[in-house]
């Protein structure tokens, strides 16, 4: 683990260094940097948003029994004209708490797993961009280290071997990075429209069995009024 935290805040000084005095010569990729760093953070706080939203819904629920719990509990105490009358209204609270249950279920599926998900892999794609731009800083070192051997007449062939290996890993890190950010692109708006159109039906549907539900309690609450 700590080991892990090392390597990671040496990344990430390494990336600030990098972002600092390190020009990409792609257009393509500095734009998906920029984008990647805005996309991330709103992702980042837009499942913290959508966890507390769920939670909130889950509260109510377990609010929901908790309270239908206690008016049974004064239903058996006051065993009157109420007793029927508590009785239903702590059955219409069970009901709704169920449908409670369901949305908060469902958005933490359909929405927050989603977020959750596309956080990580946005910061994937981070990390896959500062490697790529490792590679490119490190083939300038290696052009400039040939150009000093070739200056000096020493060691020209090892500096070419190695200036010649960091532009293949270069070349080969940019069309790898170029693919997987279009296919990320790709996935990631089949997907986000996949699920909030799913969510958005789930919640019309949750919306009228709640409404439902309240309907048929006034019903039949008012038939002991």
Known sequence: MFGGLIKSFGQSTDELLLSATQRDVDDFFDGERTFLIDYHS????????????TKA????????I????????LATIDTNELEKFLTKFADALEKVRKVENRVASDEDLKLSDVLRYYMRDSNAAKNLLYRRRRCLANYETANKNLDKARAKNKDVATAEQ??????????????????????????????FRKHLLELTEFEIKHAKAQA??????????????
Request: glycine content about 0%; overall charge neutral; hydrophobic content about 30%.
């Open 212 to 225: 439902q539900v309240l309907t048929t309690a006034i019903q039949s609450l008012n038939e002991d009024i």
């Open 42 to 53: 709103h992702l980042k706080d837009s499942t913290t948003k959508a966890d507390k939203m």
């Open 162 to 191: 190695a200036q010649d290996e960091a532009c293949k890993k270069f070349e080969a890190m940019s069309s790898k990075a170029k693919d997987e950010l279009k296919e990320f692109k790709t996935r990631r708006v089949a997907d």
């Open 57 to 64: 819904h889950k509260n109510v629920s377990d609010s929901n």
């Open 66 to 73: 908790k309270i239908s719990s206690e008016l049974i509990q």
